[in-house]
């Protein structure tokens, strides 16, 4: 089926799989595979930008791929990889760097934003973590890239660098469209902030249920019902706002909420137990996932995408002015 388009998205491996990561982005990967052909891999180079030390995300790579196997990434059906194992990523990298303007990637404000959480540590990676994005999605020639609202800049920026690309050299790359996940911003336990790991406002998928029943008994409610009998607000509710996620009834729900015939602390131990209940095929599946079989899943997935990358760079040197690989 060569006239479908190719989607491609990655994750950083930055610690437990969370139910930002989930509603906010790997469900519609999941849905994504009926439709297309899919590329998806866990962000190890990525994750370098922020951690030096690569040791530290071996477990997490273990544990990102786990999760987003047992969540229904299906390796038969999508190219499942690891960044790093596709090294022509950093080639590309620095070949799209030759003709992305430095002013353009200045205008990005993930940096900005990244840099304040990381005084000590704001190298040049970090500072153009978009183009090494760029080059994630170009090497496959994605056309699709399902990405949150957060990712718009990187994408734009993308799409500028590629179109110069091709004007400069030859029409190699798509321009990739960003395809905006339909779920809006998943709020974490304190029910301010988008869920993060580097907040730690997160609530588990794939963890123990009594992880998970913490995790949502510490949701921050609505905070214009100081008590049980004042009828609530389930507009200004977090926790409200996920029983529309995990209740076809919700409405009902926000109803009793609303004429104060249920609490909070109701409210929250009837939503841990759906989560629970929920993600309990999950949690089974990522139960028989070994690191052995993991590996060899990455191990293929990588083997696959590398070829595709393989012929992008042979295409893309030609292009450029560079000799070809000598062992081709
Ligand atoms: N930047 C993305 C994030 O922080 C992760 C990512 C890396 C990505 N490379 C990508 C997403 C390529 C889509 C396409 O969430």
Not at 236 to 263: M, P, S, T
Request: with cysteine.
């Amino acid at each position: 089926m060569a006239d479908r388009i190719r989607i491609l998205s990655g994750m950083r491996p930055t610690g437990r799989f969370h139910l930002g990561n989930y509603l906010g982005a790997a469900k519609n990967w999941v849905e994504l595979q009926n439709q297309y052909e899919c590329f998806y891999f866990v962000a190890d180079y990525h994750a370098l930008t922020t951690e030096p030390d690569g040791h530290k995300a071996e477990d997490k790579v273990f544990d990102l791929t786990a999760d987003l196997i047992a969540v229904g990434i299906d390796p038969k059906r999508s190219v499942l990889y690891l960044q790093s194992k596709v090294p022509e990523v950093a080639e590309l990298t620095l070949l799209l760097s030759m003709v992305t303007p430095l002013s353009w990637v200045q205008r990005v404000p993930t940096f900005k934003e990244k840099a304040k959480l990381h005084p000590d540590n704001v190298n040049l990676g970090l500072f153009s973590y978009p183009i090494l994005q760029g080059a994630d999605i170009l090497i496959v020639k994605g056309g699709g890239v399902p990405v949150g609202k957060d990712q718009l800049a990187h994408l734009e920026l993308v799409r500028e660098v590629a179109r110069r690309f091709n004007r400069t050299y030859a029409p190699v790359f798509p321009e990739p469209r960003a395809l905006l996940t339909e779920t809006p911003l998943v709020k974490g336990t304190d029910g301010k902030q988008r869920m993060s790991k580097t907040v730690g406002n997160i609530v588990g998928v794939t963890d123990d249920p009594d992880v998970i029943r913490k995790q949502v008994m510490s949701m921050v409610t609505d905070v214009k019902r100081p008590r049980k009998t004042d009828p609530g607000h389930p507009r200004l509710c977090n926790v409200c706002a996920f029983y529309k996620f995990f209740f076809d009834d919700w409405e009902h729900y926000w109803d009793l909420c609303r004429k104060a015939q249920i609490g909070c602390f109701d409210k929250k131990k009837l939503l841990a137990e759906r989560m629970i209940e929920t993600f309990r095929p999950f949690r089974e599946a990522r139960a028989e996932l070994t690191p052995a079989l993991v590996n060899q899943i990455l191990e293929e997935g990588s083997e696959n995408a590398r070829e595709v990358a393989r012929q992008t760079m042979l295409e893309v040197r030609d292009a450029v002015g560079l000799p070809s690989y000598l062992d081709r």
